[in-house]
């Protein structure tokens, strides 16, 4: 008889996890506040249950252990619930196979895991929690006294960067914080000193006093004062002793919050200084990392491996794969003792994941420009809520992009050339005469956003333009019009978020509209340099 398997969140993230249980012959019973949710379908039970209400889960779990099929294990992946797991397990008693309930909160909550982090020498960043009825003048006041701009404010208790952001200036500071409060569902934020450098997702899972890493990615983080992730790509293509030190400081961090068995997620910059934590979860990580583009670069299904350990099984296949790593602290925790023994699964291929999305507006039509065959690109993942007549806007958090592609190859390049190549032929038509576009196009911006939402081409400045002139007459091709201004070796090379060139640009648009009205050859250019192809193709339709 099958046993039972609670999982968390009935998602598009938790997909792998709801095959991978029935894969491995359980009987999946799943719970999501949203009866709508894309995998309820998938479930063998479902009840609608806030993934927040610990107390109503516990009741559901106890009622399937007390079944015939009993209850074999309580999961989740790319959620925020990683503590209502912990806290159903030790209801039910099942504790020794998850994170204990307390460290479950340490990962879950920013200022909790803060407070874990300094007695141990863990690095991260200096921080001030703050609350609702802290945001007026005087919290500035107290901030600075203490850390210096650029800072970052973060909701203590939400995933997919919402209401995180960097606070460049004084003018940005309440309005920030105030997002920041209200995105929390303690209405709690944290204020943090700013790290530069590039940053890692890693995942890994905690497992008999071992803690092996499952996919270790390089994020490629752009379009500040907000940190959009446009994508990642594994392996990274670093040195030993740079790799080594990410992993060891994050296994210490991982230590210092109490996590024994189980996922763990973290956010890492390398700094002038070294690694610096950002943030640690104890879950495996969202954003597609854990459930696609890991199992596609190793080999490894990592959800499978996880769900083994919260059923108390033996991960067979991730401990025959995994290899040692070096435990390798850097000056900034360098007399830490090692807090378990390190290892990492290899991975074969390289993955590339990269996001598309879209200037403000209203969807009217989604379209392929060319049809994409390409046998590296293994998903394109559109985003439920972007549909016709769906308003969309320039991200300002994960969970706003539009969409996401997926390429694999044994060659890096040739992963990474395939995702950004489907992501530029995915296009949105904007319903014209719109006046979020409009907006947009003018450069309007709010006056805590400064530079926000970017150009295409923020790099072209728009004097270039100032002395052009003429027309581009009605249905001429414009691919034939490019300004000589514009076809300078430096500006040639250039791409856009999409990942087109002023040349591709130029060519989907003879693609996408072959009948257009006469445009001003000025203002056509002002709109590409602003808004790329999208905003070329709205001036057309507007006009018309």
Request: net charge negative.
């Amino acid at each position: 008889m099958k046993k039972n398997i609670l999982i968390l969140g009935a998602g598009l993230m938790q997909k792998p996890a709801i095959l991978s249980a029935k894969e491995l012959g359980f009987r999946c019973c799943v719970i999501d506040a949203d009866e709508n949710a894309v995998c309820v379908n998938l479930a063998d039970e479902f009840q609608k249950i806030d993934l927040k209400d610990k107390e109503k889960i516990t009741e559901y779990a106890k009622k399937l252990q007390s079944s015939e099929n009993s209850l074999a294990a309580v999961f989740t992946a790319g959620t925020d619930f990683s503590a209502s797991v912990s806290y159903v397990c030790e209801q039910c008693g099942l504790q020794q196979n998850s994170h204990s309930y307390q460290a479950a909160l340490n990962a879950s909550i920013k200022t909790k895991m803060r407070e874990c982090f300094a007695p141990h020498g863990i690095p991260s960043p200096a921080f001030v929690s703050v609350q609702k009825q802290d945001c007026n003048n005087q919290l500035i006041k107290k901030i600075l006294q203490k850390m210096s701009f650029p800072l970052v404010v973060k909701p203590v208790d939400n995933m997919g960067a919402r209401g995180c952001r960097m606070i460049r200036y004084e003018n940005e500071f309440l309005s920030s914080v105030q997002t920041a409060v209200d995105y929390s569902r303690t209405q709690n934020a944290i204020l943090e000193q700013y790290m530069e450098g590039p940053e890692f997702s890693i995942d890994a899972l905690v497992y008999d006093g071992t803690f092996t890493v499952t996919g270790f990615a390089v994020r490629h983080i752009k379009y500040p004062p907000y940190f959009i992730e446009i994508g990642h790509t594994m392996p990274c293509q670093i040195d030993e002793k740079m790799h080594n030190q990410l992993i060891s400081v994050f296994a210490l961090g991982a230590k210092a919050l109490g996590l024994t068995c189980g996922a763990a997620k973290a956010d890492i910059k390398f700094t002038e200084n070294g690694p610096m934590i950002g943030e640690i979860a104890a879950r495996l990580s969202g954003g597609y990392m854990s459930g696609w583009t890991f199992p596609y670069a190793s080999d490894l299904n990592l959800t499978k491996q996880g769900i083994l350990i919260a059923a108390g099984m033996t991960p067979k296949e991730l401990l025959e794969k995994r290899i040692p790593v070096d435990y390798e602290p850097s000056s900034l925790c360098q007399n830490q003792e090692k807090p378990y023994e390190l290892f990492e699964i290899p991975c074969v291929r390289t993955s590339a994941e990269r996001a598309w999305y879209s200037i403000p507006g209203v969807v009217e039509y989604i379209e392929n420009i060319n049809d994409y065959s390409d046998k590296a690109v293994f998903d394109i993942l559109p985003r439920s809520q972007v549909q016709l007549s769906s308003k969309v806007d320039f991200p300002r958090n994960n969970v706003e992009k539009c969409g996401n592609v997926i390429a694999v190859s044994h060659n890096p390049q040739i992963a990474v050339q395939a995702a950004e190549d489907a992501v530029s032929n995915i296009f949105i038509t904007l319903k014209p005469n719109t006046k979020e576009t409009d907006d947009f196009l003018l450069g309007q911006t709010n006056d805590d956003e400064k530079g926000f939402p970017p150009s295409a081409f923020p790099e072209i400045p728009e004097k270039v333009l100032e002395n052009l002139s003429g027309t581009i007459k009605e249905n001429q091709k414009v691919s034939e019009c490019i300004p000589s201004v514009l076809q300078e070796q430096k500006y040639q090379e250039m791409k856009d978020w999409s990942f087109n060139t002023l040349e591709q640009i130029a060519q989907k648009f003879d693609i996408l509209r072959k009948n257009h009205p006469e445009f001003d050859t000025k203002e056509f250019w002002q709109m590409v340099l602003r808004g790329g192809l999208q905003a070329a193709v709205y001036l057309s339709d507007s006009i018309k």
